[in-house]
């Protein structure tokens, strides 16, 4: 989580779920309307919404993830893994992850988590079993995640404060109608610019560009699927199964597969300690398995 100026800091999670925030949400524009920039909703409460569409749905998860890496010789590898993901109930956006490594044989048992807080930088943890150690991570949030093209900031979300945002247009992008925002950091990154362009019914992200300080892009975040599943209580859930990031010719991109997701299957507090990140997966968890 990026760390956001002080005096700018605000828990804005619980301000999108309450029912006086929706009124700021604009429904989806009817087919064919187009809003004159007056009527634009506003870029900040797009992206906390895109934030909470993305990041939070349900109150836990978990997921069976595989990640092919094809880097810029043509060589492809992959990572099989296991993600957990708990909202910390009343705790204003706060966050719970583990990520569990299955395959290959180099990254079998690897473990990482993540304490996710709102308005200052997260703790991360990870489990080497090569040396038997937990170490604590202190690499930058936008540093790349175990020679992928993700950043660690992207498995856990990026603060929607953390940006200034504008909604310059109402534009069909990719077969959907989308809200184009322009994003700029508040604090100096690896980018200077972004640009998402947001789905008007579910919110989701379907394509992100990050541009540097000539204005190139260097960086393309792309969602390929989404799929609605169902929650314990009867809910369709739209959730991105399938995405990748580009480099900027493209000739190296990592892609990032949710072959199975479930929400809502129970977890606790207590399943994102440092004990269980030395431990085999199934010598602690006793829930469903996604």
């Known amino acids: 989580m990026s760390r956001i100026p002080a005096g ?12 006086g925030a929706a009124a700021l949400l604009l429904a989806p524009p009817a087919e064919g309307a187009t809003p004159a920039p007056s009527r634009y909703p506003s870029g900040a409460v797009v992206m906390e919404r895109c934030v909470a569409a993305w990041y939070y749905p349900g109150r836990d998860m978990v ?15 992959y990572r099989e893994m296991t993600m957990f993901r708990k909202n910390m109930a009343g705790d204003g956006g706060e966050q719970r992850y583990l990520i569990y490594f299955h395959e290959p044989g180099d990254v079998r048992r690897m473990t990482c988590m993540v304490w ?3 308005g200052g930088d997260d703790e991360r943890w990870m489990y ?29 979300g990026r603060d929607a404060d953390a940006d200034s945002h504008r909604v310059v247009e109402l534009v069909r992008h990719r077969g959907r109608m989308c809200w184009k925002v ?31 300080r000539r204005d190139d892009v260097f960086r393309t975040f792309t969602v390929d699927r989404v799929k609605e599943i169902r929650a314990p209580d009867g809910r ?20 990032l597969i949710h072959k199975r997701v479930r929400y809502d299957v129970g977890l606790t507090d207590d ?6 990140l030395s431990m085999a997966l199934e010598g602690w968890y006793r829930g469903p398995r996604p």
């Open 116 to 118: 996710k807080h709102i």
């Open 128 to 156: 080497v079993p090569a040396i038997d150690r937990i170490r604590r991570v202190a690499a930058p949030e936008r540093s790349r995640f175990l020679g992928s093209d993700f950043v660690r900031e992207e498995f856990s």
């Open 63 to 77: 997921a069976r993830l595989r990640m092919e890496i094809l880097d810029r010789g043509g060589k492809t590898s």
């Open 182 to 212: 322009e994003s700029t950091p508040r604090t100096t990154t690896d980018f200077a610019h972004m640009t998402t362009w947001v789905d008007t019914t579910t919110y989701l992200p379907w394509t992100q560009e990050f541009r540097n």
């Open 236 to 255: 369709k859930i739209p959730t991105i199964v399938d995405r990748s990031v580009w480099g900027r010719d493209r000739k190296n991109r990592t892609r």
């Open 8 to 19: 700018r800091r605000r828990v804005v999670i619980p301000s999108i779920l309450a029912a």
């Open 271 to 276: 399943d994102f300690t440092q004990q269980h």
